[in-house]
């Protein structure tokens, strides 16, 4: 199993960046896929980017392309999202995710192959 929590948010201005950080917890870790999703009130909650056990793959939601930058530290037990330029749309409660698949060379995209959550943490954009 694995445990997940999040820190790094607040509330920034648009054009400013945020590095989120996801300390994770449990002996899978170093072999799972990592996630971040996003939740926005009234809205589904949408997968951010993601990276494979070992760091070599990533992938982004077309909206965070060039601006976000997922990276892990195995070794320290935790993953982060490096956002930058941020926008007002970006606003919206931020989860890690670890998935439930060991040592896949994919990422994920859709929050239900994702077996284990973070508390969240909450990321607000002003204009």
């Known amino acids: 199993q694995v445990q997940l929590v999040e820190s790094g948010g607040g509330l920034v201005q648009a054009g400013d960046a945020l590095r989120l950080s996801c300390a994770a917890s449990?002996?899978?870790?170093?072999?799972?896929?990592m996630g971040w999703f996003r939740q926005a009130p009234g809205k589904e909650r949408e997968f951010v980017a993601g990276?494979?056990?070992?760091?070599?793959?990533?992938r982004y939601a077309d909206s965070v392309q060039g601006r976000f930058t997922i990276s892990r530290d195995n070794a320290e037990k935790t993953v982060y999202l490096q956002m930058n330029s941020l926008k007002p749309v970006d606003t919206a409660v931020y989860y890690c995710?670890?998935?439930?698949?060991?040592?896949?060379?994919?990422?994920?995209?859709?929050?239900?192959?994702?077996?284990?959550w973070g508390q969240g943490t909450q990321v607000t954009v002003s204009s």
């Open positions: 995710a670890a998935d439930d698949r060991a040592y896949a060379w994919d990422v994920h995209t859709s929050p239900a192959q994702y077996g284990y």
């Open positions: 449990g002996r899978t870790y170093g072999s799972v896929g």
């Open positions: 990276i494979i056990w070992s760091g070599r793959n990533t």
